[in-house]
C-alpha cells in the first residue's frame, strides 16, 4: 500500500480567509474572553505589523489598532475538515481524517487512473491551491510514516520500505511525532536523531521511554498495523458563509457564492455526483431568510455553470433586507452523467455547449420560457409539432421545419420531401418576386375530420434576393404564393 498525507498548517485561518476578499487587511483569529484573550493565527498582513500567535489580544491591538479579529470557531473548522475529507474521495476510496489538521489517503489504487503519484501529487496540490489551502503533502508505505514525513518534509515520497528507514532515521527526534516530554529526555541523553533510537536494544529502550512511545516508533517502521477509521460522504450538502459585513449589493454577494459553488462543486466530484436542485438561502438579521431554489434540467456540478446559473436569478431576485449570511442545500444529489463529446471536437474555445446555453436561459428566462419540440401526426404543417417540455438527454429538439423533414408517412413510412429549417407560425403572403421554382407541386390534403379541412400545393421557389423558400397556392389555383417557412 502506498499512503498520502495531506496535512493543513494553519486549516483555521484559511477556512476564514477563504470566505472573505478581503485578504490584504491584518487578520488575527484569538481564542479566550476578556484580558485572556490570546491570538491563535495570523494572516501575513498582520505579520507584517508584528502580530504572531501566543500575543494576547490587547497587545495585538496595541500594535494595530485596527486590526481585524475573529474569534476561533472549533465547530467551523471541524466543517471545514469535513468538507476537505469530502473532496479527498475523488481520489482514493479509503479517506481517514482521524488527525486533526490533517487527511490520510491510501493512494496505490488510484495511481493507474491519475498516472502515478507525480501526476496525482500535482492533481492534489491544483485543487488545494485553487479551494485556497496552504498545504504539506508526502507519501510512504504506512500511514504514520507519511503524517510524520508531511510535517518534517514537504513533497517526500518514499515508495518502499528500505527507503523509509533511510528518511525516517535522519529525522530529528522533535519531529518524529513523540510526545514533547519524551522528545526533551531524549535530546538530553543525547539522542537527536530517530537512527540513533533505532539502533538501540529494544527491550533497554522501552524502559526509557515506556510502551506508547515504543508502539509509536514501531507504526512509523511498519511493524504495527493500526486500524483506521475511513470517511464516507454525506448524503447531502449543507454549508453556511457568514459575511463579513451586511450588503444589500448583489455585485457584493458574488465572491462568496463563487466560493459557497466552488466547495459545492468539490464535494460533488468527491462524490462522483451531481445536483439537479439546491437551495441557496441569504440570511437577514431578523426574519426569515430570502430563498431561492435552483433546479436544473439534469444534473450538473461545473461551478462556472452553477455560478452563472445563480447569479442568473440573483439579478432577478429581490432582497428584502441586508444580507449577512449565506447558505447552501442540497438534500438531492443523483449520479452525475458527463455530456457526450465527439473525439475530433471542433468547437471553438470560446463556445458555450449546449448544456450550459440550455440552463443559463432556462435560469434567466424562467422554468417555462424555453421549452422543446415533439412531433404530431398531422400532415399540416401548422399542426405536425407540439410544445413539451426539454428533455436533458435530447436537448430542446430540432427547429419544426426538421421536425417535420424527418416525419414518415404513417402508412407506408415514405420519407416526405425536404422541409424548411425556419417554419413560420402561420403562413403569410409572399412579397418578393419569383424567379424560379425549384420542386413541386406536392399536395397536402388533410384536415376534413375536425373543420380545419386544407388543400395546398407546396412549391420549393427561389426568390429575386437568392432565398429558398417554401410557399403553397390554393390547389389548382395559379393565385400569389403563400409563405410557409425559409430553408436555411
Same mark, same amino acid.
Given at each position: 500500500?502506498?499512503?498520502?498525507?495531506?496535512?493543513?498548517?494553519?486549516?483555521?485561518?484559511?477556512?476564514?480567509?477563504?470566505?472573505?476578499?478581503?485578504?490584504?487587511?491584518?487578520?488575527?483569529?484569538?481564542?479566550?474572553?476578556?484580558?485572556?484573550?490570546?491570538?491563535?493565527?495570523?494572516?501575513?498582513?498582520?505579520?507584517?505589523?508584528?502580530?504572531?500567535?501566543?500575543?494576547?489580544?490587547?497587545?495585538?491591538?496595541?500594535?494595530?489598532?485596527?486590526?481585524?479579529?475573529?474569534?476561533?470557531?472549533?465547530?467551523?473548522?471541524?466543517?471545514?475538515?469535513?468538507?476537505?475529507?469530502?473532496?479527498?474521495?475523488?481520489?482514493?476510496?479509503?479517506?481517514?481524517?482521524?488527525?486533526?489538521?490533517?487527511?490520510?489517503?491510501?493512494?496505490?489504487?488510484?495511481?493507474?487512473?491519475?498516472?502515478?503519484?507525480?501526476?496525482?501529487?500535482?492533481?492534489?496540490?491544483?485543487?488545494?491551491?485553487?479551494?485556497?489551502?496552504?498545504?504539506?503533502?508526502?507519501?510512504?508505505?504506512?500511514?504514520?510514516?507519511?503524517?510524520?514525513?508531511?510535517?518534517?518534509?514537504?513533497?517526500?515520497?518514499?515508495?518502499?520500505?528500505?527507503?523509509?528507514?533511510?528518511?525516517?532515521?535522519?529525522?530529528?527526534?522533535?519531529?518524529?511525532?513523540?510526545?514533547?516530554?519524551?522528545?526533551?529526555?531524549?535530546?538530553?541523553?543525547? =539522542?537527536?536523531? @530517530? /537512527?540513533? *533510537?533505532?539502533?538501540?536494544?529494544? $527491550?533497554? !529502550?522501552?524502559? %526509557?521511554? +515506556?510502551?506508547?512511545?515504543?508502539?509509536?516508533?514501531?507504526?512509523?517502521?511498519?511493524?504495527?498495523?493500526?486500524?483506521?477509521?475511513?470517511?464516507?460522504?454525506?448524503?447531502?450538502?449543507?454549508?453556511?458563509?457568514?459575511?463579513?459585513?451586511?450588503?444589500?449589493?448583489?455585485?457584493?454577494? =458574488?465572491?462568496? @457564492? /463563487?466560493? *459557497?459553488?466552488?466547495?459545492?462543486? $468539490?464535494? !460533488?466530484?468527491? %462524490?462522483? +455526483?451531481?445536483?439537479?436542485?439546491?437551495?441557496?438561502?441569504f440570511e437577514h438579521?431578523?426574519?426569515?431568510?430570502?430563498?431561492?431554489?435552483?433546479?436544473?434540467?439534469?444534473?450538473?456540478?461545473?461551478?462556472?455553470?452553477?455560478?452563472?446559473?445563480?447569479?442568473?436569478?440573483?439579478?432577478?431576485?429581490?432582497?428584502?433586507?441586508?444580507?449577512?449570511?449565506?447558505?447552501?442545500?442540497?438534500?438531492?444529489?443523483?449520479?452525475?452523467?458527463?455530456?457526450?463529446?465527439?473525439?475530433?471536437?471542433?468547437?471553438?474555445?470560446?463556445?458555450?455547449?449546449?448544456?450550459?446555453?440550455?440552463?443559463?436561459?432556462?435560469?434567466?428566462?424562467?422554468?417555462?420560457?424555453?421549452?422543446?419540440?415533439?412531433?404530431?401526426?398531422?400532415?399540416?404543417?401548422?399542426?405536425?409539432?407540439?410544445?413539451?417540455?426539454?428533455?436533458?438527454?435530447?436537448?430542446?429538439?430540432?427547429?419544426?421545419?426538421?421536425?417535420?423533414?424527418?416525419?414518415?408517412?404513417?402508412?407506408?413510412?415514405?420519407?416526405?420531401?425536404?422541409?424548411?429549417?425556419?417554419?413560420?407560425?402561420?403562413?403569410?403572403?409572399?412579397?418578393?418576386?419569383?424567379?424560379?421554382?425549384l420542386a413541386g407541386?406536392?399536395?397536402i390534403e388533410s384536415?376534413?375530420?375536425?373543420?380545419?379541412?386544407?388543400?395546398?400545393?407546396?412549391?420549393?421557389?427561389?426568390?429575386?434576393?437568392?432565398?429558398?423558400?417554401?410557399?403553397?397556392?390554393?390547389?389548382?389555383?395559379?393565385?400569389?404564393?403563400?409563405?410557409?417557412?425559409?430553408?436555411?
Amino acid at each position: 500500500m502506498q499512503w498520502a498525507c495531506i496535512s493543513f498548517p494553519r486549516l483555521a485561518l484559511d477556512d476564514v480567509l477563504r470566505q472573505r476578499s478581503d485578504g490584504a487587511v491584518p487578520l488575527v483569529l484569538f481564542e479566550g474572553v476578556g484580558s485572556r484573550a490570546r491570538v491563535c493565527a495570523a494572516n501575513a498582513a498582520a505579520r507584517h505589523h508584528g502580530l504572531r500567535a501566543g500575543q494576547s489580544l490587547t497587545a495585538a491591538r496595541a500594535l494595530h489598532p485596527r486590526v481585524n479579529a475573529i474569534e476561533h470557531d472549533a465547530a467551523a473548522v471541524e466543517r471545514c475538515h469535513d468538507f476537505l475529507a469530502a473532496w479527498a474521495y475523488r481520489y482514493s476510496s479509503q479517506v481517514c481524517r482521524t488527525f486533526p489538521q490533517t487527511l490520510l489517503l491510501e493512494v496505490r489504487a488510484s495511481f493507474r487512473l491519475f498516472g502515478g503519484w507525480p501526476a496525482l501529487q500535482a492533481e492534489l496540490r491544483n485543487d488545494l491551491v485553487a479551494l485556497g489551502f496552504e498545504h504539506r503533502i508526502a507519501a510512504a508505505p504506512n500511514p504514520h510514516a507519511a503524517l510524520v514525513l508531511a510535517g518534517a518534509r514537504d513533497g517526500c515520497a518514499i515508495e518502499d520500505e528500505a527507503h523509509l528507514m533511510d528518511a525516517l532515521g535522519t529525522l530529528p527526534v522533535e519531529c518524529s511525532g513523540l510526545d514533547a516530554a519524551c522528545a526533551e529526555s531524549l535530546q538530553r541523553m543525547g =539522542l537527536r536523531r @530517530l /537512527r540513533q *533510537l533505532f539502533a538501540l536494544p529494544r $527491550a533497554e !529502550l522501552g524502559k %526509557r521511554i +515506556g510502551i506508547q512511545a515504543m508502539l509509536h516508533l514501531d507504526r512509523l517502521r511498519g511493524a504495527v498495523v493500526t486500524a483506521l477509521d475511513f470517511y464516507r460522504p454525506p448524503d447531502t450538502f449543507d454549508q453556511r458563509i457568514e459575511l463579513p459585513f451586511n450588503t444589500g449589493s448583489h455585485e457584493s454577494l =458574488l465572491f462568496p @457564492l /463563487r466560493r *459557497l459553488l466552488r466547495d459545492f462543486s $468539490a464535494f !460533488l466530484a468527491g %462524490r462522483d +455526483g451531481g445536483a439537479q436542485r439546491f437551495t441557496l438561502a441569504f440570511e437577514h438579521e431578523r426574519g426569515t431568510p430570502t430563498e431561492i431554489s435552483i433546479g436544473l434540467l439534469a444534473p450538473e456540478r461545473d461551478p462556472e455553470l452553477l455560478f452563472a446559473i445563480v447569479r442568473a436569478r440573483l439579478d432577478r431576485a429581490r432582497l428584502r433586507a441586508p444580507v449577512c449570511g449565506l447558505r447552501l442545500v442540497a438534500d438531492e444529489l443523483p449520479a452525475f452523467t458527463p455530456a457526450r463529446r465527439d473525439l475530433f471536437d471542433t468547437r471553438p474555445q470560446q463556445a458555450v455547449t449546449w448544456e450550459a446555453l440550455r440552463e443559463r436561459l432556462h435560469a434567466r428566462l424562467g422554468e417555462h420560457a424555453a421549452h422543446g419540440l415533439a412531433l404530431h401526426p398531422d400532415h399540416r404543417p401548422e399542426r405536425a409539432w407540439r410544445v413539451q417540455g426539454i428533455d436533458p438527454s435530447r436537448g430542446t429538439g430540432l427547429s419544426r421545419g426538421t421536425h417535420l423533414a424527418r416525419a414518415r408517412d404513417t402508412d407506408g413510412f415514405v420519407p416526405l420531401p425536404p422541409r424548411p429549417t425556419w417554419l413560420l407560425a402561420r403562413p403569410i403572403p409572399l412579397r418578393e418576386h419569383v424567379t424560379r421554382i425549384l420542386a413541386g407541386p406536392e399536395r397536402i390534403e388533410s384536415g376534413w375530420w375536425d373543420g380545419a379541412d386544407m388543400r395546398r400545393d407546396y412549391y420549393v421557389i427561389e426568390t429575386a434576393s437568392h432565398q429558398r423558400a417554401w410557399a403553397f397556392r390554393p390547389a389548382g389555383e395559379d393565385g400569389p404564393f403563400m409563405l410557409q417557412g425559409w430553408f436555411a
